[in-house]
């Protein structure tokens, strides 16, 4: 097999979540468990840290991993959705798989995974865990697809589980309620291990209490333990971060973060936390943990978190898809300098418009989109929708005509934003690497 047929044997032959949607995500770990013990439970021959979450858990995910090459450790990473290419979902010290070993690792066990009727995402986290496991990994972060107490990725036994925070997402599956979503995500607390929330909310914590007692876990709240504030923040430059411990008030980090976006503020003060925890079984010095915040992109090669496309017009994308992540980029938007703002949006087409569409400005002019995914929402529908809550613009078939038209219509004083789901990204960073690469 070629690595094009490995991909589309993949895409064609399996359920895929991120394509088709629920009708892909299996309620058990049955297939993960039969995948495991075909593999020789890969899992148990490396260390791990488990990370959920609703927003920030892939960005707290490529931190934690950038600390932990910055100490010296071969890191593995794996995280879900790509944006790009299939194998930015399992990364060694920032390098994706190898092709030929996607290819060799379907060709061996294509009778295996047909037969046990994997999904796509089940096939993906027992080739991240093989591959970690033959590359002898010292540490990998293992980021949950959706969920938790259900998720693929849940057979494992890590040092640290980390839950980002919970919000409003993929209700359908996971629950009609703060709390009900919170006890998916606890899923992934284990017996004596370690557990580091994001954010104490009233209404999720003691969901997170009772479970940390039921499992005889240490819980730690990281707000409790660390105040971080963003400093400097501009266009041109890296962030400053300024990260205080609440528990010992002389210990004070201080550095840059290359991670722009308003939000990158929640997920500091995790990462700092989590890597107090792992201290406890690896060696990590001050200097590694800013080198490693400093390096997130360039270790990692994080994309779409804030990040810039282009100046004048200055363009912009962000993957925040849900209520709470929009919040925080329609805000940092709104406080940018501007002459005009467009905004190419799209989103799948399962997702609650009516809880997201009221957060967009209306006085943008709006280019509505879809992605090349079967999920993605109608282009003439999402306009219709959007139009009644004072959203008014034109539809465009394809994320790449979107962006010509809004590159077209721009002034150079103006703002592009590119964004909605995830997918809308992926496509638009198609779309500029295409370019780049006609214009050089």
């Given amino acids: 097999m070629t690595y094009k047929e490995t991909i589309e044997f993949l895409y064609t032959q399996l359920p895929v979540y991120h394509r088709i949607g629920k009708a892909a995500y299996k309620a058990d770990l049955g297939n993960a468990m039969k995948l495991d013990e075909y593999f020789n439970h890969p899992h148990r021959k490396f260390r791990s840290v488990h990370v959920a979450g609703t927003n920030g858990k892939g960005s707290v995910s490529h931190m934690i991993a950038s600390v932990l090459q910055e100490a010296g450790y071969k890191t593995g990473l794996y995280t879900s959705p790509h944006l790009k290419d299939f194998r930015e979902r399992i990364k060694i010290n920032g390098q994706m798989i190898p092709k030929k070993k996607v290819v060799s690792f379907v060709e061996k066990n294509k009778e295996v995974l047909i037969s046990v009727e ?152 995790v990462v700092a936390c989590a890597t107090d925890i792992l201290r406890r079984f690896f060696d990590i010095s001050p200097d590694n943990f800013t080198e490693g915040i400093r390096k997130t992109i360039i270790n990692t090669d994080l994309q779409g978190r804030w990040q810039i496309l282009g100046k004048e017009p200055l363009i912009i994308c962000d993957t925040g898809h849900n209520r709470e992540g929009l919040e925080y980029v329609l805000e940092q938007i709104k406080r940018i300098q501007k002459a005009k703002l467009h905004m190419i949006i799209g989103f799948v087409n399962d997702k609650d418009l009516s809880g997201v569409l009221p957060l967009f400005p209306q006085d943008a002019t709006y280019y509505f989109t879809k992605a090349s995914v079967p999920r993605a929402l109608d282009e003439n529908i999402l306009k219709t929708d959007a139009s009644r809550f004072g959203l008014t613009g034109d539809s465009f078939d394809n994320v790449a005509i979107a962006v010509q038209a809004a590159r077209k219509n721009a002034g150079k004083n103006d703002m592009i934003f590119i964004g909605g789901s995830t997918f809308v990204v992926a496509d638009a960073l198609h779309t500029f690497q295409a370019l780049f690469r006609n214009n050089y």
């Fill in 118 to 269: 994997a999904s796509f995402f089940e096939m993906s986290v027992a080739m991240a865990f093989d591959h970690f496991a033959k590359e002898e990994v010292e540490i990998a972060v293992i980021e949950v697809g959706l969920g938790g107490r259900l998720d693929s990725t849940n057979i494992i036994s890590p040092l640290l589980s980390v839950i980002t925070n919970i919000g409003h997402d993929h209700m359908d599956l996971l629950g009609n309620t703060l709390e009900k979503i919170a006890g998916e995500k606890a899923g992934i607390i284990k017996k004596n291990i370690p557990v580091v929330i994001g954010e104490k909310l009233d209404s999720t914590k003691s969901v997170f209490s009772e479970k940390a007692a039921e499992t005889s876990s240490e819980l730690l709240f990281a707000e409790d333990s660390y105040e971080c504030k963003l400093e400097n923040l501009n266009l041109e430059s890296s962030t400053r971060l300024f990260c205080l411990s609440l528990k010992h008030t002389t210990y004070k980090i201080c550095g840059e973060t290359p991670l722009g976006g308003d939000y990158q503020i929640n997920n500091l003060p």
